[in-house]
Antibody, heavy 117, light 108 residues
């Protein structure tokens, strides 16, 4: 059974940093592109970043480019999102998702990041 | 950047057919994917590559894509179908994943 479990969310002040993790199991993690997708309270889904298998290519939404870094560790079956210079509008539930083709076929339950003074 | 437009809400009575649209420039040339998100839960893929269904998704869910409009059709709607629905494409020109704004489906 495919499982994705996010962790690392919490309350952080504007300008602060946070590192999110996603533990993957039930599939060959190293073979798949992985994503982070976020959802601000009461809002829609917003793609944040993608990383291909082997970390060959990284892609970022314009809203986070230069502030967020996506990475993976296939030995630990884990996906990460390093976030710096956090802003109030980064407040959201952050989901880890597996990519198959051009769609996201499995999603974690999400971790809440709150940026507030 | 590529924009997908969905109606904010659609309402339908139980047993009827719900149609949720997703508009984008020449969206018919792209593969469209649809996600269902029930309150407090993570999104679930219900249709991929315009019209294919993942295993476990009822045949009542179907999709189509032509011209500037993609449509998710839910036949014989049930109370459990009440949720937010999001369309998604890959925009190759910007190398960005794009989601529609979402449609809240209400079962009357």
């Amino acid at each position: 059974e495919v499982q994705l479990v996010e962790s690392g969310g919490g309350l952080v002040k504007p300008g602060g940093s946070l590192r999110l993790s996603c533990a993957a199991s039930g599939f060959t993690f190293s073979s798949y592109t992985m994503n982070w997708v976020r959802q601000a309270p009461g809002k829609g889904l917003e793609w944040v970043a993608s990383i291909t298998s082997g970390s060959r290519s990284l892609f970022y939404a314009d809203s986070v480019k230069g502030r967020f870094t996506i990475s993976r560790d296939s030995a630990k079956n884990s996906l990460y999102l390093q976030m710096i210079s956090l802003r109030v509008d980064d407040t959201a539930v952050y989901y880890c998702a597996r990519v198959s083709g051009q769609f996201r076929d499995y999603w974690g339950q999400g971790t809440l990041v709150t940026v507030s003074s | 950047s590529y924009v997908l437009t969905q109606p904010p809400s659609v309402s339908v009575a139980p047993g009827q057919t719900a149609r949720i649209t997703c508009e984008g420039n020449n969206i018919g040339s792209k593969s469209v994917h649809w996600y269902q998100q029930r309150p407090g839960q993570a999104p679930v893929l219900v249709v991929y590559d315009d019209s294919d269904r993942p295993s476990g998704i009822p045949e009542r869910f179907s999709g189509s894509d032509s011209g500037n409009t993609a449509t998710l059709t839910i036949s014989r709607v049930e109370a459990g179908d009440e949720a937010d629905y999001f369309c998604q494409v890959w925009d190759s020109s910007s190398e960005h994943v794009v989601f529609g704004g979402g449609t809240k489906l209400t079962i009357l």
